[in-house]
């Protein structure tokens, strides 16, 4: 019925091994595909990046329609240009404040529940997605296919702004706008740190 | 038993069976027809091009569809006189740009314009179509592969595109769309950079 002592001491043998394996590749990244996973990643994996996306979409659910889906459409495009001044080597001063920044005054914009004209939500949004652009587009050059990673930040930007809106639906719960305002609470305690220079 | 013996023998060692042989020249043609799929460029403009004509009530199919044949085809030409072998060209990207744009604002040119973007765009990825060099009837039929493969991608991409929003009338398809086009519009404007700094 049950394994003997022998097999029972081979399985707990076998199990750290399998808990220390590394990932196996099945393929390299180069090319089209490393350059768009090091795109794609580079939001990710910067806290100050993520935190002000999701920022911009938690905003733009917070505001309603057209705010939801305006400011997804206005940060991409914006922060292109920003991009484009990176890649042509346009020198911008306080980028990293400006980052910091925005993770401060989005996550602000929403805790405080600030309702401003669509117009101006947008030129707040559009200035600080120059920074993010900018950040992004210094490292352009120097991807394995500057095109594939040119697309792979923007989709992940895309995606972090989804999963702002995508937290914000918990707004239609009881307590869901307290929950949407502490996350903005959250999000601007973080860009104070990012400031700091905690992270 | 010796005829069964036979019969299995010519049963089990079946080899492919030609109903016509190869026309000479037809790979090369089916390799210009996947040519518009093999770069991220293309594939961009393209997206562009169908998102724009899809998202139009019913537009103008048929001179749109005219535009693309003769504005690829002109673009080939062209490329086959000057020998120009390009892999991106900075009137693609531009013209991906420009159609992003068009389909993040939501807003459809007169006929005149329109039709000028398509055969523009078809213009563009033709003149990036040319294959190498090579004995003139392979490069002919290459190119009149790749000429169909713009055609007909172009052709059932809109109307897919159409068929969908006809289909799923709720509101967030069409932003969808909205977003697909500014990501493609901010691709195109970091690319654009990237081959001005580069060049």
Redesign the interface.
Known sequence: MFPNPSTISRIFLTLPLLLVSSTAMAHIEEG?VGGFVSGFLHPIYGWDHVVAMVAVGLWGSFLGSPAI?ML??VF??V???G???G???VPLPFVEIGIAGSALVLGLMVALAVRPPLSLAAAIVGIFAIFHGHAH?TE??SASN???Y??GF??AT?LLHLAGIGFALVDKWPGGAIAVRAAGGLIALLGVLFLAGVF | MTRLGVLFLLLVSPSLAWAHAPFPGIRGFYVGFLHPLTS??HI?LIICTCLLLGSMAEGKPRQCLAAVGAGASAGILIAMIAGLILS?NPISIVFAGIMGILV?LAWHPDKTWLLMLIAGSAFALGLESLPDPGRFVDVLITCLGSVAGIFYLIMYGSRGVYEGLQRWQAGWVR?GV??AG??I??????????Q???S
């Open positions: 089209i889906w997804p459409v991409p495009l922060m292109a240009l991009g484009a001044l890649v042509l080597g587009g352009l050059p500057p095109l594939s040119a697309i923007v989709m895309g | 991220l460029s961009l991106t993040v932003i909205r977003i500014s990501w519009a901010a691709v195109s404007c970091l690319m654009l950079a990237f001005i700094a580069v």
